[in-house]
């Protein structure tokens, strides 16, 4: 019984220095954390104007349910965590079809579970300072938005729950590489789908209302929506149905590629490695 956790944690501890290894590295790229930054600033600008001209314009204190200061506080939010994300499904498409998937093979590693690892560290580098400048900016302009011990909690619940759902749905997409020509595509129509179905630009409430039910049901939301709601505005019944559904999409999307690696895996042996 010793052996076989002393083995269980010898796995896990690999997987842990991997996604350092990866969060490590990534600080090393002081150009494209600088581009990140620059661009993340003026997409706030723009967008912090176009809110303050929408407020204005209707007179309203409240939009959906969010003063400007939340607002624009959600849209840093957002933003980081689209900006944060990896080019999960470029790498894997890419390893498909030079054949480096065949070396993982032979590897005391799952191939699925390094590349989420090695993701995450790598995301949550780029989130970070993400967050960082978004939090800067929002507060030069509109100050803090009130943000108590709940909110932060219930924040980073859900947090690494949506990095998952999303590396899972890049995974798949790369994964498609051993059928499809080319997966650019899906790559492009999963990530709009995810800005706009996921609420990036626009919060849940102001979509229409027969569109608001389905739209919070989908993945997309659990990955940029939750969090960032759950940050400006917390609340114990929506906390919690967001981690169900998390949980309900990383189950469905773990098993799908379960499914499909495995799969593909033998459509690597069947083709001689």
Not at 197 to 217: A, C, R, T
Not at 224 to 249: C, E, G, H, K, T
Request: proline share 4%.
């Amino acid at each position: 019984m010793k052996t076989v956790i002393k083995a269980g944690l010898s796995t896990v501890n690999k997987y842990w220095w991997i996604a350092l290894t990866s969060a490590k590295s990534n600080l090393a790229y002081f150009a494209e954390i600088g581009s990140r930054v620059f661009f993340l600033g003026v997409i706030l600008y723009i967008f912090l104007r176009l809110w303050q001209v929408t407020y204005g314009q209707t007179g309203s204190q409240t939009l959906g349910g969010f003063t400007l200061p939340q607002m624009l506080w959600y849209l840093a939010i957002t933003e980081s965590i689209i900006l944060s994300g990896p080019r999960v499904a470029q790498s894997v498409d890419q390893d498909v079809r030079t054949g480096a998937i065949s070396i993982h093979f032979i590897r005391p590693l799952s191939y699925p579970l390094y590349c989420m690892f090695n993701t995450l560290g790598e995301r949550t580098v780029r989130f970070a300072v993400n967050a960082s400048v978004g939090a800067l900016i929002a507060f030069l302009f509109v100050g803090f938005v009130p943000v108590n011990a709940m909110s932060i909690l219930f924040f980073l619940a859900v947090l690494p729950l949506a990095f998952v759902i999303d590396f899972l749905g890049n995974f798949l997409i790369g994964l498609a590489a051993f059928w499809l020509e080319d997966t650019n595509g899906l790559v492009l129509i999963y990530s709009r789908l995810t800005m706009i179905l996921g609420g990036m630009l626009i919060p849940m409430e102001l979509f229409p209302d027969n569109w608001q039910n389905v739209l919070k049901f989908l993945p997309f939301s659990a990955i940029v929506y939750a969090p960032a709601r759950l940050f400006v505005d917390p609340n114990l019944i929506f906390f919690q149905a967001v981690i169900v559904r998390q949980l309900v999409a990383c189950l469905v999307f773990g098993l799908a590629v379960f499914a499909v690696y495995r799969i593909a895996s033998r459509r690597v042996f069947a083709n001689g490695g």
